[in-house]
């Protein structure tokens, strides 16, 4: 193992063993008496009203694929505009091609009605 990884490698063992130490030695030191009102789901101080399991429509799924999408064009918007001066034209040229791709998907994705879960 080179040497540059040991620190890391100490600093994951110690946090692991200080995890798994926390968890051992809370099971026979703390306090657990369950009761038939501790059970119940709990959810924002209401009783649960129906059941448990609710089916979503598939289009609030790919609603959350395309927002993690956006999310991750704008993580890599921020270091090419922190390197704008250094990466010159071929790297304008690249982030135009980037953002190029992006709202063509964008622009398909609204035709084919892919955008519809956000009205309802």
């Known amino acids: 193992m080179s040497a540059v990884y040991l620190p890391i490698f100490v600093m994951l063992l110690f946090s692991g063993a200080l995890a798994g130490g926390m968890l051992l030695f809370s099971m026979p030191f ?12 709990f959810e924002c101080g209401c009783r ?6 609710v089916r979503f429509s598939a289009q609030f799924y790919i609603l959350a694929i395309l927002l993690v999408v956006f999310d991750i064009e704008a993580a890599f918007m921020f270091p090419w505009a ?3 001066s250094k990466l010159g034209l071929a790297g304008f040229i690249e982030m135009l091609v980037f953002i190029g791709v992006l709202v063509l998907g964008f622009v398909y994705l609204w035709r084919s009605g892919g955008l519809d879960a956000l009205d309802k």
């Open 82 to 84: 922190v390197l704008f």
């Open 30 to 41: 703390g306090p657990y008496n369950p009761t038939r009102v501790k059970s119940e789901p």
């Open 48 to 53: 649960s009203i129906g059941p448990n399991r």
